[in-house]
């Protein structure tokens, strides 16, 4: 349940779209649509493998309230192609951003023990070339925007970050379902009907 802030209106927080489909062609472009129409920026968008066989996984990141999320989880799963949607709050997944820097690499070699600076923010050096050094370091948002500020100083020359990867902490998998749904005898999901147990007066005449 949501709760409000101090205007009486629901407060908007974090949330984490998980999305499986069958097929990404042209499937992009419409969930975009989705959030466009209700004028809802995308902080993170990511897809990639899942860890199924020719099924891939969306990972969407929005501010927005839980009605509204609950409300786009519901269209999204409309498209043909989405097999199923979660989505959960930060507390409910586990998450990293991967970012890289380029900084020159004679300031940073001259100013800074570069040994230091890696181990206190936890990154580490890809690329060390003469002219400029590449540091990488996977974190949470405000762990990557903090190496930003350490780095201002030694002439940061380029930034830039990844978008969300996520695994739910409480879920025992998208795959466990629909191993269960490809169990399933022919038929077997129309005790759902909801005209079996009426058939009598549903076929009379």
């Known amino acids: 349940m949501s709760t409000l802030n101090n205007s009486g209106e629901p407060d908007k927080k974090e949330f984490t779209f998980t999305v499986y489909t069958e097929n990404q062609i042209g499937l992009l472009n419409r969930i975009a649509i989705i959030f466009s129409r209700r004028k809802i920026n995308i902080d993170s968008l990511n897809t990639s493998p899942s860890e199924i066989e020719s099924i891939h996984r969306f990972n969407i990141v929005i501010n927005e309230t839980e009605d509204v999320v609950r409300k786009l989880a519901r269209q999204i799963e409309k498209q043909v192609e989405v097999l199923k949607v979660y989505y959960n709050t930060n507390e409910d997944i ?66 830039v970050r990844s978008a969300r990867v996520a695994i739910i902490k409480d879920s025992e998998g998208f795959n466990r379902k629909l191993r269960e749904f490809e169990r399933l005898e022919p038929g077997e999901d129309v005790i759902e009907n909801e005209f079996l147990n009426k058939r009598d007066k549903v076929f009379t005449m």
Do not use: C
């Open 94 to 159: 586990i998450w990293q951003e991967m970012a890289l820097y380029k900084v020159p690499t004679d300031d940073i070699a001259e100013k800074v023990s570069v040994e230091r600076l890696l181990r206190e923010n936890g990154a580490r050096a890809v690329v060390i070339r003469k002219d400029y050094t590449v540091f990488e370091t996977t974190g949470h948002r405000e762990e990557t925007d903090a190496l930003i500020q350490v780095l201002q100083p030694y002439g940061l020359i380029e930034f």
